[in-house]
């Protein structure tokens, strides 16, 4: 930080003034100064005496001999005076004809109002700018508002969440309706950093007949090719999506499988994402170079059902291995 203070001092025509102001602030906060008001206390800032026409925010940004925190910012737009002016040219003039006579009085009256006037710009900046209030200024309130448009408005419900902040950047997606298959995919995707991730919509699965709805001679249900159903179950293709993955390398593949935080994370964002009532599986395709036989002892590749193959031939036909919902 000190190299680009020491910049910001000698070529300061080459930054804009939102940039040069932002830098000074953070400079001062991370010498231990309360963020808030740094730029009221330490930083002031007046129009330049010219009625030339620049090319650049700023002329120049001097630091305090007694006080290297505190800056002085000679700015080129915003003032009552200089070229910029909405005043008549003749204060501007007057102020000229008093500096060459080395005074300054009627500068600095002025200027009790110009300072003001630079603070409120930075601000109405500032006000609209969410990452500038999020990372710089860590605004509670911004920040708030932020997980009330996710859905997290209270404290109860981001307890329910390791990292609920990683959730902010998909605030684009979730607020999307109706969510869909492909904004699904997006979410997992980057939130695991896997871009391998498809998804399956449609999936047949046997779902349960209710009881009130089982075929019963001369009662109901008994209706050929209407609603007669031999059993209590029927394929059903209309309730349950599969999240596809791979094919993945050895390592990517073990943080995958559940009781790791990849498959509790996904696992979170599908539960967060959707906003109907679907069953889900994930199906994961193994490289063959990342296989292992199994080897007793070796917690990484005896977990049966997800991660032992028998043989030593390193070609194994079935290299899928399909997760449900809820492990």
């Not at 930054?15 to 808030?36: K, P, T, W």
């Not at 990683?166 to 980057?190: N, V």
């Not at 109907?276 to 049966?304: F, H, S, T, Y």
Request: proline share 6%.
């Amino acid at each position: 930080m000190p190299g680009i203070i020491e910049d910001l001092l000698q070529k300061s025509s080459s930054y804009n003034f939102i940039q040069a102001i932002r830098l000074l602030i953070y400079s001062v906060h991370m010498r231990g100064d309360e963020y808030e008001g740094v730029m009221r206390r330490k930083i002031r800032v007046h129009p330049h005496l010219s009625l030339d026409f620049p090319g650049t925010d700023i002329i120049s940004i001097e630091q305090k001999d007694t006080d290297p925190d505190k800056y002085f910012i000679t700015s080129t737009f915003l003032g009552l005076y200089g070229a910029s002016s909405p005043l008549p040219t003749f204060y501007t003039e007057d102020l000229l004809e008093e500096a060459s006579d080395d005074r300054s009085i009627s500068r600095d009256f002025i200027d009790i109002i110009n300072t003001p006037a630079y603070m409120l710009f930075f601000k109405c900046w500032g006000k609209y700018s969410f990452f500038y209030n999020l990372v710089e200024s860590r605004s509670d309130d911004v920040l708030d508002r932020l997980f009330c448009l996710l859905g997290f408005g209270t404290e109860k419900i981001r307890e329910n969440f390791v990292h609920p902040t990683r959730f902010l950047r998909y605030i684009g997606l979730t607020t999307q309706m109706p969510r869909s298959a492909e904004g699904l995919r997006a979410l997992i995707s980057d939130s695991i950093s896997e871009p391998s991730i498809d998804i399956e919509q449609c999936v047949p699965a046997m779902v349960e007949i209710p009881a009130d709805q089982l075929c019963i001679l001369g009662a109901r249900g008994h209706c050929l090719g209407e609603d007669a159903s031999i059993g209590s179950f029927v394929s059903d293709s209309t309730g349950k999506f599969r999240v596809h993955a791979g094919p993945l390398s050895g390592q990517k593949f073990q943080d995958l499988l559940p009781g790791g935080e990849p498959f509790m994370l996904i696992g979170k964002f599908i539960d967060y994402y959707l906003d109907q009532p679907l069953d889900w599986d994930m199906e994961i395709k193994v490289d063959e170079a990342g296989i292992r036989p199994v080897n007793l002892g070796d917690a990484g590749c005896c977990r049966l059902g997800w991660n032992t193959w028998l043989g030593s031939d390193t070609r194994y036909p079935e290299n899928r291995v399909r997760l449900e919902a809820g492990h």
